[in-house]
């Protein structure tokens, strides 16, 4: 993961409202697609480009894929933040 993707993926109005539906849990890419008026392909645009970013991962069950959020590379943007910002993430857990 590189954070130039990453911040790249999340800089589409459309991807970050993708992975706030994720944060609810996994969804197919139809039921992605129901909460927008984009076409099937363009929703499968912004899913290849949150899993190049390692945003989302994606399971088979059966015919369907499911795509579901990866919060551990939102986990280490925040560390990478804070440690920029100059906070100890260990100084607040004491």
Wanted: proline share 3%.
């Amino acid at each position: 993961m590189s954070f130039g993707e990453t911040f790249k993926a999340l800089s589409d109005p459309a991807r970050r409202q993708i992975l706030e539906l994720l944060k609810k849990g996994p969804l197919s890419a139809g039921d992605i697609a129901s909460h927008f008026e984009m076409t099937g392909a363009t929703i499968s645009y912004h899913l290849k480009i949150l899993k190049q970013a390692d945003l989302v991962f994606e399971s088979r069950e059966k015919n369907f894929i499911y795509y579901q959020l990866n919060a551990t590379v939102l986990e280490e943007i925040l560390l990478w933040l804070s440690n920029l910002k100059g906070v100890d993430p260990d100084a607040e857990s004491k």
